[in-house]
């Protein structure tokens, strides 16, 4: 073979390879962005950054907001489908979008009746709550309780815009009255609890105890996700044991029932070992439920709050 003819095919392998190094590489970025935006699938757009700089996202869009958006669209000035989609985008952790959509409704809500202007102050400040924006929440759950005042959900909530801001005097107030206007036993469990949790850390440990006294063995839950609080009640009487009241980490992501269960219980504990001048347990707890996915329930948020007031 001529000089001329092998260098003309060295120069076709070396085309060959190149286009094949190339077509490897793009192959390979292609993967690559495929795995990144199945990645930023799995979760909606980032709703808050936590006290602790961890960035909280909300989940995807479910058929339930489709549908509870397509129907609000059909009749855009109806509470009730305001209140649906409000509800259901939080079930989706689509926190910042609840609040538009029940800002929305109050918009156009103004001479409606007083007690659909409450269920969307209180659907907004439930879930400012949940964005951490608690002075936002105390307004709008306050004018929730002004325009309706044996709403028992409008205290709850507003007990709720206290505690996690420290204030438990007023947390306190607002859920003995809340627990005053219980008319079923679930609901005395779950006000007895926050009531409970308030005054201890007010240091009014005589008037916690007796919050207890009317948690008798006849008061039986029947929402299921109540059952941890009634125990938490049990434990808090002494009747049953840190390692028997806790419960096992959840499943994975996808458990939500047992997270929901975990971060309210384990939070709880953490906080009977504050106020039992356990700290560094206290702290070991609130660390272990800030791991979790489920950033708005309270037992996160509660944890939260902690850490962050331990580094100042």
Excluded at 8 to 31: D, Q, Y
Excluded at 142 to 157: F, N, S, V
Excluded at 289 to 300: D, R, Y
């Amino acid at each position: 073979m001529s000089d001329a003819k092998h260098s003309r095919a060295w120069t076709r392998k070396i085309r060959v390879w190149f286009w094949v190094l190339c077509l490897t590489a793009l192959s390979g970025l292609t993967g690559w962005v495929q795995a990144q935006t199945g990645a930023a699938a799995t979760h909606g757009a980032l709703e808050v950054t936590s006290g602790l700089g961890r960035k909280l996202y909300a989940l995807p869009d479910d058929q339930g907001v489709i549908d509870a958006r397509k129907a609000l669209a059909a009749d855009p000035k109806n509470v009730d489908r305001v209140l649906a989609l409000s509800k259901a985008e939080a079930n989706r952790r689509q926190y910042r979008e609840a609040v538009a959509t029940a800002t929305q409704g109050l918009a156009f809500a103004t001479n409606d009746s007083a007690q659909d202007r409450a269920d969307l102050y209180l659907e907004r400040g439930h879930r400012e709550l949940g964005l951490r924006e608690f002075a936002k929440a105390r307004s709008d759950l306050e004018q929730a309780t002004r325009l309706a005042p044996q709403m028992l959900d409008g205290y709850y909530h507003l007990g709720l815009s206290h505690y996690f801001v420290g204030e438990f005097d007023p947390a306190a107030a607002a859920f003995r009255k809340a627990r005053e206007l219980a008319k079923t036993d679930d609901s005395l469990i779950d006000c007895s609890n926050w009531l409970y949790v308030s005054l201890r850390r007010a240091g009014k440990e005589q008037q916690a105890a007796e919050v207890l006294t009317r948690i008798t063995p006849d008061v039986k839950n029947t929402e299921p996700h109540l059952l941890f609080y009634l125990r938490l009640l049990h434990f808090y009487q002494g009747k049953l044991t840190e390692k028997e009241v806790l419960p096992p980490a959840p499943a994975g992501p996808d458990d939500l029932e047992g997270e929901l269960a975990f971060d309210t219980v384990t939070y709880a504990v953490g906080n009977w070992r504050l106020y039992h001048g356990d700290r560094v347990g206290a702290m070991e707890l609130f660390r272990k439920v800030v791991k979790g996915e489920a950033w708005n329930s309270w037992g996160f948020i509660g944890s939260e709050r902690e850490l962050v007031g331990a580094r100042r």
